[in-house]
């Protein structure tokens, strides 16, 4: 249905956890540009706009400006370099937040490729949870899930199949 079907579960894990927290119809900025996942959510019923693809360490007028009751980040945190001001300038009541969790048997994800692609941080949980309630933010629900996607053989692969992920979090405004 999407890129693959890594993607496909996490999509639908996604939307699942969105669902139980924000009523259908609520108008969302997603941050980021169109993607698939914002393509569905909108088919899901949710009013969505995403941001620009501008660099959000530099540039938060899109936050500042909206009028969105919720504001969603799928896996956009870790690109950036200031999340706690990020966090901070959301105008928004409500967020719905994931990132990838820190994996203490690898180095953080950094493209060979595109210099832009890397995770400036990986986040423990219970970091993670300390910059949402310092930046403003009281955690209401959160889950935690493992990847998908098949792995090849080995150590390191193994313990990625039995370690959770990615963690997802439902915040309002403190």
Known sequence: MYQNASHDKRYRKTLSFLEKHVPKGSSI???GVKNPLSQLMEQQGYNVKNTSGED?????????????????AFEILEHLLSSYE???????????VSVPLRLWFSPA???????????YHE?????????????GWKIIASERWK??????????????MITDRYYIVYCERA
């Open 147 to 160: 990847p998908y996607k098949q792995i090849k053989f080995g150590i390191r692969p193994f313990l990625r």
């Open 56 to 72: 959000l360490d530099e540039d938060k007028s899109a936050l500042i400006q909206s009028k969105a009751e919720v504001v969603t």
């Open 109 to 119: 994800y950094r493209s060979k490729k595109d210099l832009w692609d890397r995770h």
């Open 123 to 135: 986040f423990e949980e219970k970091q993670f949870n300390f910059l949402l309630e310092k930046s």
């Open 86 to 96: 990020l966090l901070k300038s959301i105008k928004a009541e409500k967020i719905v």
């Open 29 to 31: 900025l997603d941050l």
